[in-house]
Nanobody
Framework: QVQLVESGGGLVRPGGSLRLSCAAS????????IGWFRQAPGKEREGVSC????????YYEDSVKGRFTISRDNAKNTVYLQMNNLKPEDTAVYYC?????????????WGQGTQVTVSS
């Protein structure tokens, strides 16, 4: 069974950057598409980005297009979310999840989340 652990969150000023990591254990990430989600206080969880098993397809929520980049390093069994030009509205707990394909309503595993706070 795959287990996921996120890291890389923190406090950053508007315009700054962070790189989130989603490290997997138990199963190779090759078997999964990996999605990044976020949930801000008082708001529903929303999908941010996803990368397919083959790396041939990546998806981004409109508000992060051009600022966030998802990638995977299968040798390290890790998926990354590079976040640039961060805005206060990006403040949320960020989670990664393993799914069979991007957009699937079924998830095999979730990480515990990492807090991202964008504030001056």
């Amino acid at each position: 069974q795959v287990q996921l652990v996120e890291s890389g969150g923190g406090l950053v000023r508007p315009g700054g950057s962070l790189r989130l990591s989603c490290a997997a254990s138990g199963v190779s990430l090759d078997y999964y598409a990996i999605g990044w989600f976020r949930q801000a206080p008082g708001k529903e969880r929303e999908g941010v980005s996803c990368i397919s098993k083959s790396d041939k397809s990546t998806y981004y929520e409109d508000s992060v297009k051009g600022r966030f980049t998802i990638s995977r390093d299968n040798a390290k069994n890790t998926v990354y979310l590079q976040m640039n030009n961060l805005k206060p509205e990006d403040t949320a707990v960020y989670y990664c999840a393993a799914e069979m394909e991007c957009g699937s309503p079924v998830y095999d595993a979730w990480g515990q989340g990492t807090q991202v706070t964008v504030s001056s």
